[in-house]
C-alpha cells in the first residue's frame, strides 16, 4: 500500500519561505514521478510543479515559477517543495502525488496515489 504524507505547511507572512515534504513509502518511489498539487477553496485542484524520477526534468505552474523549487532525494524516500517569496494568493492545501510512470505529468488523472494534504496559508 503506497501512502504519502505531507509535512511542513503552516500560517506565514507575505514573502516568507516555507519548504514541505512528502514521506514516500510502498512503492519504488526512487522510479516513479511525483508532483505537487494545490488546491484553494472554491476552486479546482492544479499542479504546482512536477518531477521525474531521477529529479533531471521539472515542471512549474506559471505562478509559481522563479519561487518554488520542487526536489527529491531518493535515498530518502522524501519529495520536497521549496516555497520562496509566498504570496497571499499561495494559500491553499498543497498535497503530493505519485505518477503512474517515471516520468511527470501535468494532468491530475495520472497520478495513482494522493497525500492528505497540509495547508498552507499566507497574511497579507
Known amino acids: 500500500q503506497v501512502q504519502l504524507v505531507e509535512s511542513g505547511g503552516g500560517l506565514v507572512q507575505a514573502g516568507d519561505s516555507l519548504r514541505l515534504s512528502c514521506a514516500a513509502s510502498?512503492?519504488?518511489?526512487?522510479?516513479?514521478?511525483m508532483g505537487w498539487f494545490r488546491q484553494a477553496p472554491g476552486k479546482d485542484r492544479e499542479l504546482a510543479a512536477a518531477?521525474?524520477?531521477?529529479?533531471?526534468?521539472?515542471r512549474y505552474s506559471e505562478s509559481v515559477k522563479g519561487r518554488f523549487t520542487i526536489s527529491r532525494d531518493n535515498a530518502k524516500n522524501t519529495l520536497y517543495l521549496q516555497m520562496n517569496s509566498l504570496k497571499p494568493e499561495d494559500t491553499a492545501v498543497y498535497y503530493c502525488?505519485?505518477?503512474?510512470?517515471?516520468?511527470?505529468?501535468?494532468?491530475?488523472?495520472?497520478?495513482?496515489?494522493w497525500g492528505q494534504g497540509t495547508q498552507v496559508t499566507v497574511s497579507s
Open positions: 510502498g512503492r519504488t518511489f526512487r522510479s516513479i514521478g
Open positions: 518531477i521525474n524520477w531521477s529529479g533531471s526534468n521539472t
Open positions: 502525488a505519485e505518477s503512474s510512470s517515471v516520468s511527470y505529468s501535468i494532468n491530475r488523472w495520472e497520478y495513482d496515489y
